[in-house]
């Protein structure tokens, strides 16, 4: 409920603070006392837009300030959880602060948020019905949803959003797949083609870099073997260096000396110098062998490495991504030779989520259709006592093709109105008169109301336009209403306001030589005197006390 307002310079108000109580709360006043802006002020603590003439003249700054208490266990706390707000003790302050130049900033229990944000949290702590209030029950975009929360419909809501979404995702997954296949069965020449093509080449992932390394080895080779051979065949010459060693070794062998052991350092070097020659010649022998390669070999490397290298410019890619192009290309025909049975498989899966879909869309308007019988039952109760016994109520359910079902169910929702027998049914707000259209509203929140999570319902002079027993009718169902949710009442009607637990009078006075909006919390004397003035006007008579002191004891 709503615990206080604190409202400062916002037009004729400088500080205004009021300690609201549970109940039938009314308040009344003078025309031009300030009413309206004292619920202009509550709506710019509850998000709704603002301008910069509310500033009161000559401030920089107005702000309001509303203070609320819900129970541990309203839905309001998954919000705040959800939006990262503090919350403890099952208090919420709402803070609106409004600057000359237009600037606004919003808090909620002193964190700064957004005002979309203070709008949402706003409108599930507040309703605000007016004569002529366009918002709520009177646009047909909100009925369903008050329909659902008067039938308690949350948990096949949920089934039929939770079938919703499967028949959803798998329609979008069906789809896609029969694009592909689409595509593919229009390319299907085109791939079968080049896959034929890089099987038959047959890419291996590093064979370009073998290859040309192979391709160079042999071109250098092929230089690098005549001129080893020549080096070869020099060392192998009659003439060459391992025949003349051998020779001379032989020689210093054969020769005659005193003492042979002189020349042993001699033939030592040379032997080892014949040693190493023989070495180095059958390394030059193993190098040349390695060198070797017939033409047919290059020719072979060299037509493989550019088949490689042509078929990498065709598809676009380096040569070591071809095994991944060859793969692409078995994947797409691996899908045509399997998307048929993929396409049949999903279009099962979407038969048997549309039918679970379906049946949720039934289950949801039979439920519908039932709590409207029960709601247009009640609802037409509540009409005779507000004098509107010609009048009929029904909410009407219009079946939607089942093209349009979606998660919102199968049908439209409007609440409409005829006034007079035989008069054809129309929406609340082009039918009905702005005195009849406040019964109306209120015939239905009374019934609403019994499911209702929003704590507070303010009504801003819905009996304007009634009086006598109309008046009377109006404050019982009020006062009936209140048992269910705080109910605030601007109200010019006596009937009414004798209905009040508790009343509050709004009038201006002179402070300072300014004039000013304040409020006072009226006792049961003050009360008598409030009525007695509603039913008199500007002079109070000894009857009028009476007929107040009557109202307030019935």
């Known amino acids: 409920m709503l615990n206080s307002l604190t409202i400062n310079n916002i037009v ?4 205004l603070h009021i300690e609201f109580e549970d109940g039938l709360c009314v308040l009344s006043g003078e025309t031009g006392a300030g009413k309206s802006i004292l619920m202009d002020s509550l709506g710019l603590a509850l998000g709704q837009r603002s301008g910069r003439d509310l500033v009161r003249h000559g401030c920089a700054q107005a702000g309001v300030t509303a203070d609320f208490y819900l129970p541990t266990g309203h839905n309001i706390w998954s919000v ?19 600057n000359r130049d237009g600037r606004n900033r919003a808090y909620i229990n002193d964190q700064p948020v957004s005002i979309a944000l203070l709008r949402e949290i706003g409108g599930m702590l507040v309703e605000i019905h007016g004569q002529h209030d366009d918002r709520g029950l009177l646009n047909p975009a909100g009925h369903r949803k008050l329909l659902d929360n008067y039938g308690r ?12 979404g499967k028949l959803t995702a798998l329609c979008a997954q069906l789809e896609q797949e029969q694009e592909r296949l689409l595509q593919a069965r229009a390319d299907e020449d085109y791939v079968r083609h080049n896959l034929r093509e890089l099987e038959q080449l047959a890419p291996e992932g590093d064979e370009e870099q073998q290859l040309a390394e192979a391709r160079s ?28 060693l051998r020779s001379v070794i032989r020689r210093l062998s054969r020769m ?30 193993e190098t040349l062998r390695t060198l070797e390669f017939t033409p047919e070999e290059l020719e072979n490397t060299e037509e493989r490495l550019f088949a490689l290298r042509a078929a990498a410019r065709k598809h676009h890619c380096p040569v070591d991504d071809l095994p991944v192009i060859m793969a692409d290309f078995t994947r797409k025909c691996r899908e045509l030779d399997n998307g048929d049975d993929a396409v049949h498989h999903l279009q099962d899966e979407v038969r048997i989520a549309r039918g679970k879909f379906h049946q949720a869309v039934a289950a949801l308007s039979a439920a519908r259709n ?8 009640l609802v037409n109760a509540e009409l005779p006592p507000l004098r509107m016994e010609k009048a009929d109520f029904i909410t009407e359910l219009t079946p939607l093709a089942p093209s349009d079902w979606s998660e919102r169910g199968g049908e439209r929702i409007e609440f409409r109105i005829s006034t007079l027998p035989g008069a054809p049914f129309g929406g609340l707000i082009k039918v009905a008169s702005g005195g009849e259209l406040s019964r109306f509203i209120l015939a239905l929140k009374v019934v609403l109301a019994q499911r209702t999570t ?10 304007q336009g009634v009086g006598g027993a109309v008046a009377d009718a109006v404050g019982a169902r009020l006062k009936r209403l209140s048992a269910e949710a705080q109910i605030l009442v601007i109200t010019h009607s006596p009937q009414v306001a004798a209905r009040a637990a508790h009343h509050w009078l ?7 030589g300014t004039v000013v909006t304040t409020i006072i919390s009226l006792g049961h004397s003050d009360r008598r005197e409030e009525i007695a003035r509603m039913l008199a006007g500007a002079e109070i008579t000894a009857e009028a006390r009476a007929a107040a002191q009557s109202l307030l004891q019935s």
Do not use: C, W
Not at 12 to 15: F, K, P, T, V, Y
Not at 80 to 98: K, N, S
Not at 371 to 377: E, K, N, P, S, T
Not at 506 to 512: M, Y
């Open 153 to 164: 419909h949350q948990a096949l809501l949920g089934k039929l959003r939770q079938t919703y």
């Open 506 to 512: 709004i009038e201006k006075t002179d402070k300072n």
């Open 454 to 463: 929003v704590p507070t319902l303010v009504f801003d002079e819905i009996d």
């Open 370 to 377: 039932k709590a409207a019988r029960q709601l247009d039952r």
């Open 217 to 244: 080895r042999m071109m250098q080779g092929e230089a690098m073997s005549a001129g080893l051979k020549d080096i070869l065949a020099s060392l192998l010459d009659k003439n060459g260096i391992d025949t003349t």
């Open 12 to 15: 004729l108000i400088d500080r």
């Open 256 to 285: 005659a000396l005193p003492d042979k052991t002189v020349l042993d350092p001699v033939a030592d070097s040379l032997d080892r110098a014949a040693n190493e020659t023989a070495e180095a010649i059958l390394l030059l022998e």
């Open 80 to 98: 705040f959880d959800q939006h990262g707000l503090d919350h403890d003790g099952g208090q919420i302050i709402l803070r609106r602060l409004l």
